[in-house]
């Protein structure tokens, strides 16, 4: 509908002002056709010679509205499942559909790419990520919907907790001094002098391979959410496009509404799947630093069972 008052203003509507508006972050939430509420701006904060604005946007509503949402469901799927334990019989319905999900994150990614010692103490933290990406892709479809794992800033926030969870828990989990040994790995068969110096020539690449995990997995979520959202929104424009083109209107109009209809399908499946490698992904990497040998040693394995 915004499409459409935009594309009947005078002209030719501009598609990259349209897709960026509907994408990016902005200071109102859009409430069509009931207008759209303007958020509080607050005064600029001034850090170290550095100025911060803390102002809620768009993004941090939805961002806290999907924290709501999974909180809400679990909640009330813990409920269900707690109800029918008591009642000696097994969940229904959206208690047992919930319960099947979780259970498959925890067995099948948290606890078999981090093992059955250190799976479960993780299992909270994988399962928090697998179900807030999946409810902040799944609100960016709906109807001036907008989501949050769109913006490079949430998914390199999601990145960095778990860049910080893979190094200060096998720093914990092996030590100082095996820490070390994920940074200065030791070469067999080489002698003293000269495993020493190729263990500190090769530090920097073994450090940028630390730095390169969170990074990757910030840009594969912010990618994919972004893309199928400029997809369908640049599909919508070639209607105004050849909005001028009368006898046209239906054809092409049919036409995209069909070619849209199944790329939402697709981002429904790209929502879940972006979910579970997001999870998966940090499962892994926190797996391969939680053994005790180094990760290197046990790369191999966990990126096949990934894969």
């Known amino acids: 509908m915004m499409f459409l008052q935009e ?57 806290l509205f999907t924290a709501l949402l999974v909180f809400l469901t679990l909640k009330l799927a813990a409920r269900g499942v707690a109800r029918a334990q008591a009642e000696g019989r097994a969940p229904k319905g959206f208690a047992n559909m919930m319960e099947s999900l979780v259970l498959f994150v925890r067995d099948d990614i948290a606890i078999a790419n981090i093992g059955k010692e250190m799976g479960p103490k993780y299992a909270p933290l994988i399962l928090t990520f697998f179900f807030f990406i999946l409810y902040a892709n799944l609100l960016g479809l709906i109807p001036y919907g907008s989501s949050v794992t ?43 002098w000269a495993a ?7 530090s920097p690449i073994e450090v940028l391979g630390k730095l390169v995990k969170p990074f990757a997995l910030a840009v594969r979520l912010f990618g994919n959410m972004t893309a199928g959202h400029f997809v369908i929104l640049s ?46 992904l940090s499962a892994v990497f926190i797996g ?20």
Not at 255 to 263: D, K, P, Q, S
């Open 7 to 63: 594309g009947h203003a005078g002209g030719p509507p501009d598609l990259g002002e349209m897709v960026l508006h509907h994408t990016a972050d902005a200071w109102t939430v859009e409430f069509y056709p009931f207008g759209a509420i303007h958020l509080p701006r607050w005064a600029d904060i001034h850090v170290f010679g550095m100025t911060v604005n803390l102002s809620p946007t768009k993004h941090v509503v939805y961002m």
């Open 150 to 192: 769109g913006n490079l800033a949430v998914t390199a926030s999601l990145a960095i907790i778990t860049f910080l969870a893979i190094e200060i828990g096998g720093m914990v989990k092996l030590g100082f001094k095996g820490y070390l040994g994920t940074i200065f790995m030791h070469v067999d068969g080489l002698p003293g």
């Open 196 to 202: 020493a110096g190729l263990a500190v020539a090769m």
């Open 235 to 280: 599909l919508f424009g070639i209607i105004f496009l050849f909005g001028n083109l009368a006898i046209w209107n239906w054809a092409i109009g049919g036409l995209t509404a069909v070619v849209v209809v199944g790329i939402l399908m697709l981002e429904l499946i790209v929502a879940l799947l972006q979910a579970y490698v997001f999870a998966l």
């Open 288 to 307: 391969s630093m939680q053994v005790s040998h180094g990760p290197h040693h046990d790369d191999h394995g966990h990126e096949a069972h990934a894969h």
